[in-house]
């Protein structure tokens, strides 16, 4: 059974940091791309960053270019998502997701993980 | 603003049909897959259709999608209570090279 679960949200204050994971299980990790998604209290879906699925390359939203980076290690079957300077607008719960196996849609999702920015 | 647009929000009767539309251009919908996600009240996204058309194993056929030039369309017959839920497009932007979403459509089954 693929499950993903995603860890390391919380309360930070503004400019602050937090490295979010997702772990993955039930699949063979490496053969697939990742992408991290949010969704503000409220609103909608927002991308924010995928992943191939070697890590040769990495995309992502304007919103967080600069600030935000995805990485992946293979061997512990992890996806990561390094977010620095932080701001109130980041706040939101932040999924993580499987591609398909040609990266044309999102077959799984995990339940997420809440990101509080706040002073 | 979000690059896809959807309706805000459609209704409709339970055992009757509606459809979710999405709105986009020549870098995203017109020249990329599409897909749907269907949010359940306080659950993670559940992949609907992939591939414009195509419904994952375990997804019923009351469920269809289409598309068409730069738009695409989600159908739903049979309308059942279980369906109220958040639906999202989604495709790949060749101009932004990142991911986009529809802005989301709240489903009510009157």
């Known amino acids: 059974e693929v499950q993903l679960v995603e860890s390391g949200g919380g309360l930070v204050k503004p400019g602050g940091s937090l490295r979010l994971s997702c772990a993955a299980s039930?699949?063979?990790?490496?053969?697939?791309?990742m992408m991290w998604v949010r969704q503000a209290p409220g609103k909608g879906l927002e991308y924010v960053s995928s992943?191939?699925?070697?890590?040769?390359?990495?995309y992502y939203a304007d919103s967080v270019k600069g600030r935000f980076t995805i990485s992946r290690d293979n061997a512990k079957n992890s996806l990561y998502l390094q977010m620095n300077s932080l701001r109130a607008e980041d706040t939101a719960v932040y999924y993580c997701?499987?591609?398909?196996?040609?990266?044309?849609?999102?077959?799984?999702w995990g339940q997420g993980t809440l990101v509080t920015v706040s002073s | 603003q979000s690059v896809l647009t959807q309706p805000p929000s459609v209704s409709a009767a339970p055992g009757q049909k509606v459809t979710i539309s999405c709105s986009g251009s020549s870098s995203n919908i017109g020249n990329n897959y599409v897909s749907w996600y269907q949010q359940l009240p306080g659950t993670a996204p559940k992949l609907l259709i992939y591939?414009?058309?195509k419904r994952p194993s375990g997804i019923p056929d009351r469920f269809s999608g289409s598309k068409s030039g730069t738009s695409a369309t989600l159908g739903i017959t049979g309308l059942q209570t279980g369906d109220e839920a958040d639906y999202y497009c989604a495709t790949w932007d060749s101009s932004l090279s990142a991911w986009v979403f529809g802005g989301g459509t709240k489903l009510t089954v009157l």
């Open positions: 039930g699949f063979t990790f490496s053969s697939y791309s």
């Open positions: 997701a499987r591609s398909d196996i040609v990266a044309r849609s999102w077959d799984y």
């Open positions: 992943i191939g699925s070697s890590g040769s390359y990495m």
């Open positions: 591939d414009n058309n």
